[in-house]
T-cell receptor, first 114, second 109 residues
Framework: DAGITQSPRHKVTETGTPVTLRCHQT?????MYWYRQDPGHGLRLIHY???????DKGEVSDGYSVSRSKTEDFLLTLESATSSQTSVYFC?????????????FGPGTRLTVL | DAKTTQPTSMDCAEGRAANLPCNHS???????VYWYRQIHSQGPQYIIH???NNETNEMASLIITEDRKSSTLILPHATLRDTAVYYC??????????FGAGTTVTVRA
């Protein structure tokens, strides 16, 4: 299995509090992604990174920010959590772009915002 | 990216082949067909991808029609551990995936 870990694996927080989720990889892959998964919606891309300090928005980026200060870590921050951000969050990595490639997914973080 | 259409669910008997269809009638010439699966509560797992030719690996076979408007993922000998949601994704040569609802496959003993 690709070396991807997510922390925490489970978190319960209250509306209005800041939350940071961490994705850590040991594969030295260039690309990293954050997705959220909700019932009936499949996985939706939040943000992605194509290198250190290089990030861009996905389809559901409102309310989220990301940072990547080193290759192995990609952080997802909810500045002020809302109940609509209750979801399962998956991190993924891939090594190339511009050609067929596979993404490797982490185990997920289950976030509940009360 | 081209849209895909998959059945919502399907059942398969253990030990038999599972054939999962996917329609992608608006696929363009440079788009690949990818298949991923997601076993309950886990992150998605890559299965296979193809452009024009049929492909086979240790997990599955991918059959793409000549006009590329549809494809079939074949699990040759389904086991109970193949019970999962299977996603068919058509994608240009970039790095962002778009997952739909997929097909829920239940393998029964």
């Amino acid at each position: 299995d690709a070396g991807i870990t997510q922390s925490p694996r489970h978190k319960v927080t209250e509306t209005g509090t800041p939350v940071t989720l961490r994705c850590h990889q040991t594969e030295n892959h260039r690309y990293m992604y954050w997705y959220r998964q909700d019932p009936g919606h499949g996985l939706r891309l939040i943000h992605y990174s194509y290198g250190v300090k290089d990030t861009d928005k996905g389809e559901v980026s409102d309310g989220y920010s990301v940072s990547r200060s080193k290759t192995e870590d990609f952080l997802l921050t909810l500045e002020s959590a809302t109940s609509s951000q209750t979801s399962v969050y998956f991190c993924a990595i891939s090594s190339t772009s511009g050609g067929p490639n596979e993404q490797f997914f982490g185990p997920g973080t289950r976030l509940t915002v009360l | 990216d081209a849209k895909t259409t998959q059945p919502t669910s399907m059942d398969c008997a253990e030990g038999r082949a599972a054939n999962l269809p996917c329609n992608h009638s608006t696929i363009s010439g440079n788009e690949y067909v990818y298949w991923y699966r997601q076993i309950h509560s886990q992150g998605p797992q890559y299965i296979i991808h193809g452009l024009k030719n049929n492909e086979t690996n240790e997990m599955a076979s991918l059959i793409i029609t000549e006009d590329r408007k549809s494809s079939t993922l074949i699990l040759p000998h389904a086991t109970l551990r193949d019970t999962a949601v299977y996603y068919c994704i058509v994608r240009v040569n970039d790095y962002k995936l778009s997952f739909g609802a997929g097909t829920t496959v239940t393998v029964r003993a």
